[in-house]
């Protein structure tokens, strides 16, 4: 016999199901059928048109393990995001620093600070092409008034990876530096107020008040910042194509290569299946052992 209580539970949870429909459909779709294909795919071998030929085991992880062009992949990838991730949240903390006081036109910086969050990247890397262009580009042009030698900024193996690393920090600290800002602006004003009272100057209590009150912040995007430039690929495929000479070829346009360029799907997915693990390995360590030093108010 169902009772009222028994009813009442049911609607709850049929509610509740329902609510959620939405939201597990489009998962289902675009993550987890995702997700399960490629770990189907990295299981076989492909033909030229991309249908399953063969089921080969660990092959596809045996031949990436043992390839010296996945490793110079990943050198190329841990590379890049030790020239943006650090450089990006020094950069916005320091902006952040300098424009959260409430002075007259600091809402002005703090606006231009941010425009970068709302370009895309198809539209930033088509910005700064034609800053890098070697004969019509302002940089090259700005380099040639100081008496300086053009550079090749993409074409240049030496400094392609460097051109691409600045345009990258440049994308990404309008957000960095919002995340960054909204944190500043959350330290409650007695704290620092009751600093100054004590003879603290303005630097220590910057560097032993504010820093240690973003950390929550400064954690975030340190993990996001990471992720994101594990996955970067828009910009590297629209200024260099993983060029010159493969000095931007990241684990990403190493993928995208394999599945979509020579249809080796098994590959591909293989590659694709690694990266999330060296991503959820690289944050599991962040967690594990960084957010001890974060202090949550």
């Known amino acids: 016999m169902i009772t009222l209580r028994t009813f009442r539970n049911w609607r709850e949870i049929s509610l509740a199901y329902t609510l959620l429909a939405p939201s597990i459909i489009l998962f289902t779709i675009f993550l987890f059928y995702p997700m399960f294909k490629s770990l189907y795919l990295s299981l076989h071998l492909t033909d ?38 650090p450089t990006v949240i020094l950069l916005a903390l320091l902006l952040a620093a300098f424009t959260h006081h409430q ?22 890397s088509v910005i700064w092409a034609m800053l890098y262009h070697p004969s019509t580009g302002i940089l090259n042009h700005i380099l040639h008034l100081v008496g300086i030698d053009p550079i090749f900024w993409l074409t ?21 530096y919002i995340v960054i800002l909204g944190g500043l602006k959350g330290i409650p004003s007695e ?14 209590i910057f560097i032993t008040i504010c820093i240690p009150l973003l950390s929550p912040a400064l954690f975030f995007v340190t993990i996001i910042s ?52 060296i991503i959820l390995l690289l944050t599991f360590i962040q967690f594990r052992f960084i957010e001890r030093k974060v202090h949550y108010q």
């Open 48 to 85: 030229p048109r991309g249908n399953v030929a063969l089921f080969v085991g660990l092959n596809n992880f045996k031949e990436i393990f043992s390839s010296p062009a996945f490793y110079q992949s990943l050198k190329i990838t841990l590379l890049f995001m030790l020239l943006t991730v």
């Open 103 to 124: 002075a007259r036109g600091m809402k002005l910086f703090q606006w231009i600070y941010s425009l970068p969050v709302i370009l895309s990247v198809g539209t930033s």
């Open 156 to 176: 240049d193996p030496a400094w392609a990876l460097i051109s691409v690393s600045i345009m990258t920090i440049w994308m990404n600290l309008g957000f960095t």
């Open 226 to 277: 990471i992720i994101g430039s594990f996955q970067a690929f828009g910009q590297i495929k629209i200024l260099t194509k993983g060029g010159p000479a493969q000095a931007t070829d990241v684990i990403v346009n190493s993928i995208y290569q394999d599945a979509f360029v020579n249809f080796q799907f098994g590959s591909g997915s293989a590659k694709a299946l690694v990266l999330f693990a």
């Open 191 to 204: 704290i620092l107020e009751s600093a100054r009272l004590d003879g603290a100057g303005g630097w220590r």
